[in-house]
């Protein structure tokens, strides 16, 4: 059993900054791509940033600039460190992971619960 368990959401002003975890527990062979998403009221699930084991990142045009995907391979967490926040990142942020839980099956993909960032004008 993979678990996957987020924290660090909540309400912050226009102009501040949240830090997202995630941590995975469970049966792990091998961890790989981790990812944060979100959904907001209404609209699809969307990538916002994305790394790789060996640390190479990818981001959301709409948060370029301002937030920081890390992970600490040691402690199977990442992080989304999220700056100068704006009302239209309020959502409900996701993680993923893509974990392999054995020698012999291909990796798949794990989501954390939820959390919710909502961020006021």
């Known amino acids: 059993q993979v678990q996957l368990v987020e924290s660090g959401g909540g309400l912050v002003q226009a102009g501040g900054s949240l830090t997202l975890s995630c941590a995975v527990s469970?049966?792990?062979?091998?961890?790989?791509?981790m990812g944060w998403y979100r959904q907001a009221p209404g609209k699809q699930r969307e990538l916002v940033a994305m790394?790789?084991?060996?640390?190479?990142?990818n981001y959301a045009d709409s948060v370029k600039g301002r937030f920081t995907i890390s992970r600490d391979n040691a402690k199977n967490t990442e992080y989304l460190q999220m700056n100068s926040l704006k009302p239209e990142d309020t959502a409900v942020y996701y993680c993923?992971?893509?974990?392999?839980?054995?020698?012999?099956?291909?990796?798949?993909?794990?989501w954390g619960q939820g959390t919710q960032v909502t961020v006021s004008s």
């Open positions: 993923n992971a893509m974990i392999s839980i054995d020698l012999y099956r291909d990796p798949r993909a794990y």
């Open positions: 790394i790789t084991r060996s640390g190479s990142t």
């Open positions: 469970g049966r792990i062979f091998r961890l790989n791509d």
